[in-house]
């Protein structure tokens, strides 16, 4: 086993995971405990470890949710460490997502199962650069949403919908009544995306996805086929239509992934430097947390990073 340095967030799943943590605390491969006390605080954390660690022989281990996953992998990845260090984690949040998608289960049977784990495996996460809305580069493990589902995730992270549903397993019905709540309040909006040689325009855009796996919001399988292991990024544009239409939509999205047939959504394979431009003011979305609202120029990549899993 190597030698684990825990990042944990405590405010993650609001304190349900008590009897995991203080198992894995009494681990003897733990080196050190950090707790992410605000946010933000995680990718200063990492950073810190990145300066330090021995690659070689260490894993930073998460215990949270997606977004302190996604600060873990921002903070490691702002420093230049070759060769890079790997990440652990085990799903104490409330969407879980990237756990969903690579099939890790619960905390306690993530954690059964990272005590199997021998070595890492590279996982594809993706890359921005650009005004998203503000001038940065950015990494994320799941997804990052402009439009419809942005302002979804704002608004379930802040009802107290969100929390009730979160104590019963049902973390998803948040993001439904969430989408019921905002449809009417989210306007359409123009898009542009270059794709190597293929310029598209998009001028009903509604709810955008730039997508690394199957599931986001707590579930929601968006693109089923979607894959860590492949080497590729997708976009999915849903545009604006009749709310009788898109429950219809919402409906398929639910039970078997048909919704990709409905002549309104867009599904985009994006080649390496595809560009995304949104010059309306939209709210926006990275891994279930808020990146604020304002106009989109971006540029796209993405890359293998090592996760202990």
């Known amino acids: 086993m190597p030698n684990f340095y ?14 995991i943590i203080t198992t ?35 894993v930073i281990l998460v215990l949270g949710g997606d977004g302190t996953l996604n600060e873990v ?22 969407g879980n997502d990237f756990a969903r998608g690579n099939h890790l289960g619960t905390a306690k049977q993530a954690l059964e199962h990272l005590q199997r784990v021998t070595q890492s495996q590279m996982l594809n996460i993706g890359e921005i650069h650009g005004d998203a809305p503000h001038h940065t580069t950015k990494y994320f493990v799941n997804s990052i949403g402009i439009g419809l589902d942005a302002a979804v995730v704002a608004h379930a992270n802040e009802t107290a919908w969100k929390k009730r549903f979160n104590k019963i397993g049902l973390g998803s019905l948040s993001y439904l009544i969430a989408v019921l709540t905002i449809f009417f309040k989210q306007n359409a909006f123009q898009m542009t995306i270059t794709n190597g040689k293929n310029y598209i325009q998009i001028p009903n855009a509604f709810l955008v996805t730039l997508t690394n796996q199957p599931y986001f919001g707590g579930g929601i399988a968006i693109l089923p086929n979607a894959n860590f292991h492949k080497h590729e990024l997708d976009l999915i544009i849903s545009e604006k239509t009749s709310f009788f239409r898109f429950l219809m939509m919402f409906a398929a999205l639910k039970k078997d992934g048909s919704h ?5 959504i867009h599904k985009i394979p994006l080649v390496r430097g595809a560009q995304i431009h949104v010059r309306d003011f939209q709210p926006g979305q990275i891994d279930g947390e808020n990146l604020g609202s304002g106009t989109y120029a971006f540029k796209i990549d993405y890359l293998n990073y090592p996760f202990w899993l």
């Open 73 to 94: 992998l921002n903070g490691l990845l702002q420093i230049k460490h070759e060769p890079k260090i790997p990440i652990a984690y085990i799903p104490t949040g409330s």
């Open 24 to 58: 894995i605390k009494k681990m003897p491969n733990i080196m050190a405990w950090y707790e992410s006390n605000y946010a933000g605080h995680a990718i200063y954390l990492a950073k810190n470890l990145a300066r330090h660690v021995d690659a070689s022989t260490s």
């Open 6 to 19: 825990v990042i944990h967030n405590p405010r993650a799943g609001r304190g349900a995971h008590k009897s």
């Open 260 to 264: 990709l047939k409905f002549k309104s």
